[in-house]
């Protein structure tokens, strides 16, 4: 992190733009699976839960 000191300001700037797109890119991502994921879409994590009690502790009926 030394080096960024050292570098031209134009320099700077560029490395703040690159990080700034990215950043962007991530918000849109994040908003993307948000809405993939919307409540309704997601599961009952009570009843799963209940599930794989379930199998992990009920005998086999085998």
Known sequence: MDNIKAMPT???YALLES???AFEAAKKLVATVQVALSLENQFDI????ATLDYFAYEPSRQ
């Open 10 to 12: 134009a320099v700077n």
């Open 46 to 49: 009570r009843e799963t839960a």
């Open 19 to 21: 990080a700034l797109t």
